[in-house]
């Protein structure tokens, strides 16, 4: 059986990198009500876009990161994030496989069996915008907050694999979702705003292109 | 000496309660049982080399066990898994692989060497074109999905170092990970797969019958789920097992219709208790001394030895049956001298036989040798010193068993010497032609039948995984470390070259040889380190950082991951045993497994590099021990007919010869028509046969006077050998089955023909 715990080598040590390089954080759990199947969104669009604005600020202030784009998420067919500064690229999460591809060249692809970090993720966008936020609870402890029409959802792993990797997941907004902040085990913030974001049933022929590659 | 007899003997039982308790004693101490087949082979047949890593891989085999659970659906699983692995952690029989924790440690391993260790398809690009590997590596930093650390991209932005780890991994289409558990679906319900090693050695008896009962315990406890295991252990303690109980079912049977047969023959009970007590000494004595030669007894050294009972309940009937038939009435000492010689010359023949396999160099048949010759020594003994005062004269005379029949004695002795040995002549020649056709089939996996549940549930472990355990494996050996990590090298692209689908499990794999990593760092120096600042400053970071991390890595001087640092890593764990470290005067060498579908004839095509094989090398052992003990039993032969010369002429030696040879051959020529490989058992048992045939024409050669208290005492003996060896014919452990089909052949021949030997006047 030495043979399977080879094959096993891929898929923990995509997330054993991200432990072993840093000091590990404590898990902030300072969210309050606990929620069973609540929906943020009641409307549950099929079709929501818009656009993001990523900044990260890397731990140690030895730097930051910054990027844009577009993105769309499908009730069901899984979710399109376009990067159009500082470089092009297109990254494409469909049912269990991850698609990536800079300036045009032969797309990358990884599973979901691979890593299930990405797919995690796109859970919590299909989560708040369309299937409720029970799903979730198969990935992490999830809190909700809400005051007025604001609400602030926060996530803590509880599965080992993105606990590894991941402290928090922080999601906020109001009539919309205005941002999403991922703080890792490391103390690196990464925090991705949303804006122009629109809500429709269906996908036009430019955002069904947008979910290929 | 009837003197001497009569008067110590109560000297001799007080002596012999000592020994009994002394012997009974050290081996309730420890009584030391080997299973491991390996055991069994000479030591110069293999170089210390090629045994190390026979044990080497032998010991990682039968350590590890795999369980696979599986339930309808994933929640009932998910419900009930904690409880199941707490169940195995506290069980003190297995202990879980914790392989996550081996992964941490082998990425803390080579963090510090990121810029030596390259993906194969890496290394190309990296030649050609590095800047694709740092645009596609900057993307995955900018993916906001899959978060790569600042911290590794500034350390490697090509991100090699993942690649190198990722590459490593065999892809599995089965399995993944969810919650730091491994779940398949492959077999239509979901499944989690649990990789386990064993606390204590496999080889050890006790620890097989408490994995046996841990595991029947889970499917006590949770009925809801499905288990699949597997593991060499599990199948030595099933196999062990199953020929224990299968022998004690038998074996209850044979002893009801044994006590039944000698207490209607003699009927009394005491001949009974004289039987038991001849023979339990044999095996107490037989085992004592096996253990004080050897340090230990092989179970196949006890379990045939055993079957020198067989044998020693001869001495014992011949004794019995005389003194109860005996007209007129004799007295204990007279019956003992009448039967001396007979006893003496059956214990000296089967002696010679059994010492022949005493100098051949395996170890089993050493053991074999000593236990038999011990055993039937003592039960013997026992006969010549307590039977005269232990069995005072019958009150009546023993009833005839049907099947001694006078006529199976008038149809041999009514003919004179020169006509018997003619047609005893052309028996043999009659049994030739069949002979001529016998074929060997020592096939392991034909001796050792799985047990079908365990192969239906290891086929459910090969469906969940897509892997199937490798036994197959090369030596590679070389003058220093470096030199065995480079022949590796080579073994590894030589198999790929004729097998691309092969996997080759290498220290190689984790330790490059020092020239490649070498090789692997200027080419880091030249290709990536260049554009460094340039990348890291597109990802973000500023410029003071920058510059220090490149001076850093600029400065950074060559230093190879050597062996020692994987060893002492926890992330060798699992490989750490394919490295034969000083196997040969400081020479270093290591293993390299094989994991393919092609035969290992395949294989040969490599020429000096040879592949062993695991199941191959267990039939080679029975091969080389069939064809000795072939040798033996014909050298036995020999030497029998050269003792009998001394005291009969050759015409009598060679008919008394004849009576276990002609059963002998119509044994093998029995196997031989009914298409049977014959193998090394179907050989042992033709020892027990000569060894028991040799007593029944003995008996008669030596018989003075009528030869009917002779006919019984065979009669006897061939019914008791028959109920007790013969009937393990009906076993379904292919060796256990040899022996008894033989046993049954041999000895119901051996009885048919014994009074050919017989000399004296008949009266019918």
Known sequence: MNAMLRSLLLTTCLLCFSSAFGIELFVDENLVTNISDEQIFPDQSAVVSGQFEITREFSGHTGSMKSKGNFLVHKTLGLSWQQSFPFDSKLVLTEGKMTQSINGATPTVMLVKDNPMPFAILEIFQGIFQNGLDPLSSNFNIYLQREDAAWTLGLSPSNPMIKKAIATITVEGNTEIEQLTIRDIRGNVQNVRFSTITHTQTLTKEQQSMLRL | ?764
């Open chain 2, 1 to 764: 000496m009837r003197n001497f007899m009569t008067s110590g003997t109560n000297r001799w039982l007080a002596l012999l309660a000592a020994l009994t308790v002394v012997a009974g004693l050290s081996l309730a101490d420890g009584f030391n049982i080997g299973t491991n087949l390996l055991d069994l082979l000479p030591t110069q047949h293999q170089s210390r080399l090629q045994s190390l890593a026979s044990e080497r891989v032998a010991n990682e085999q039968s350590s590890k066990v795999t369980i696979y659970v599986s339930a309808q659906t994933e929640d009932v699983l998910s419900s009930k898994i904690e409880d199941l692995e707490q169940t195995i952690d506290n069980s003190g029989v297995l202990f879980r692989n914790n392989f996550f924790h081996d992964q941490e440690a082998s990425v803390n391993l080579y963090k510090n060497f990121s810029h030596q260790f390259f993906s194969v398809a890496d290394q190309v690009i990296l030649e050609s074109d590095p800047e694709s590997l740092l645009n596609t590596s900057i993307a995955d930093f900018f993916n906001p999905f899959n978060p790569i650390s600042p911290e590794e991209y500034a350390n490697d932005p090509a991100l090699l170092l993942r690649r190198f780890m990722l590459s490593q991994a065999i892809k599995s289409d089965y399995l993944h990970i969810k919650d730091g558990r491994i779940w398949s679906e492959s077999n239509g319900n979901p499944g989690i797969l649990i990789p386990l090693n064993l606390i204590n050695a496999a080889y050890s008896l006790d620890v097989q019958k408490q994995l046996i009962e841990f595991l029947s315990v889970l499917r006590v406890k949770w009925p809801e789920l499905q288990f699949s295991y597997t593991g060499l252990a599990i199948h030595a303690a099933k196999g062990a097992s199953r020929a224990q109980s299968e022998i004690s079912t038998i074996g209850v049977g044979s002893l009801l219709g044994i006590i039944l047969l000698i207490t209607y023959v003699f009927r009394s009970t005491r001949p009974l208790v004289l039987v038991v007590f001849s023979i339990s000494l044999g095996i107490l004595f037989a085992s004592f001394v096996t253990e004080l030669v050897f340090g230990v007894i092989h179970v196949f050294a006890l379990v045939f030895g055993a079957c020198l009972t067989g044998v020693a309940v001869d001495y014992s009937f011949h004794y019995l049956t005389k003194q109860h038939l005996a007209i007129p009435r004799k007295t204990p000492h007279e019956i003992l001298r009448a039967i001396v010689p007979a006893i003496t010359l059956g214990l000296l023949t089967s002696v010679i036989a059994y010492l022949a396999l005493a100098v051949t160099p395996f170890p089993g048949l050493q053991q074999v040798a000593i236990f038999s010759v011990t055993g039937l020594s003592c039960a013997f003994l026992s006969v010549l010193l307590f039977y005269p005062d232990l069995s005072p004269e019958p009150a009546q005379p023993a009833r005839h068993l049907f099947w001694a029949h006078s006529a199976l004695l008038g149809f041999w002795v009514k003919r004179s010497l020169q006509v018997r040995l003619l047609m005893t002549g052309t028996a043999f020649l009659a049994l030739l032609p069949a002979l001529v056709f016998l074929a060997p089939d020592d096939s392991i996996r034909k001796l050792q039948p799985l047990d079908p549940e365990l192969v239906v549930m290891e086929d459910t472990i090969r469906k969940a995984t897509g892997f199937s355990p490798s036994l197959r494996y090369f030596i590679v050996e070389g003058s220093n470390q470096d030199d065995v990590l480079q022949k590796e090298r080579s073994l590894i692209s030589a198999v790929t070259a004729i097998e691309p689908d092969a996997i080759l499990h290498s220290v190689s794999n984790y330790v490059r040889p020092r020239a490649e990593q070498l090789q692997s760092y200027s080419l880091y120096q030249k290709q990536i380190l260049p554009r460094y600042q340039d990348y890291l400053s597109r990802a973000g970071f500023n410029q003071a950082y920058t510059d220090a991390k490149y001076s850093e890595l600029q400065s950074e001087a060559f230093r190879p991951l050597l062996l020692d640092d994987w060893i002492n890593s926890q992330s060798s764990n699992n490989w750490r045993f394919l490295w034969l470290e000083n196997a040969m005067n400081g020479r270093s060498a290591s293993i390299v497994l094989l994991d393919s579908r092609k035969p290992t004839e395949y294989f040969s095509q490599l020429k000096e590099l040879k592949l062993v094989d695991k199941a191959d090398e267990y039939t080679k052992i029975f091969t080389l021990y069939r064809e000795r003990v072939s040798v033996m039993l014909l050298i036995g032969y020999a030497l029998i007919f050269l003792l009998l010369h001394f005291r009969y002429s050759w015409r009598k030696a060679l008919l008394v010869v004849s009576v276990p040879g002609i059963a002998a051959a119509t044994t093998l020529a029995a196997l031989s028509i009914f298409g049977i490989g014959i193998n090394m058992f179907h050989i042992l048992a033709l020892i027990l046969v000569t060894g028991i045939g040799i007593d029944y024409s003995l008996f008669f050669a030596e018989s003075r006077g009528s030869p009917t208290p002779t006919l019984l005492a065979i009669a006897m003996s061939s019914a008791t050998t028959l109920l007790s060896f013969g009937l393990l014919a009906l076993s379904s452990t292919p060796a256990v089955q040899a022996i008894g089909v033989c046993v049954c052949i041999g000895i119901t021949v051996s009885y048919l023909i014994a009074p050919v030997a017989y000399a004296g006047e008949v009266r019918t």
